[in-house]
């Protein structure tokens, strides 16, 4: 089993800036790829940025160029730096790890961007 923890939501301003983190722990080693999604009020969990074990990264349409997605394998950690956030980034962003005993979430974390 692996274990998720994100932190570092909140509530910002547009244009604004927030980093979350993710802590695996339990059976990290089995661990391959890491992803964000997030999920707005009534709408579905969406894809916001994957990072592989060799650190390929992939994000989503609606971030391009203003997430980074980063992970510290020594510290069992997956981040992503949101930068010029918009309103219709809110939501409650979850961590997602891979491996193959099984796909794994966390119990997400809240950020609001106001106006």
């Known amino acids: 089993q692996v274990q998720l923890v994100e932190s570092g939501g909140g509530v910002v301003q547009a244009g604004g800036s927030l980093r979350l983190s993710c802590v695996a722990s339990?059976?990290?080693?089995?661990?391959?790829?890491m992803a964000w999604f997030r999920q707005a009020p009534g709408e579905q969990r969406d894809l916001v940025a994957t990072?592989?074990?060799?650190?390929?990264?992939h994000y989503g349409d609606s971030v391009k160029g203003r997430f980074v997605i980063s992970r510290d394998n020594a510290k069992n950690s997956v981040y992503l730096q949101m930068n010029s956030l918009k309103p219709e980034d809110t939501g409650v962003y979850y961590c997602n790890a891979g491996s193959v005993r099984g796909n794994y979430w966390g119990q997400g974390t809240q950020v609001t961007v106001v106006s």
């Open positions: 339990g059976k990290v080693s089995f661990i391959s790829d």
């Open positions: 990072i592989e074990s060799d650190n390929f990264t």
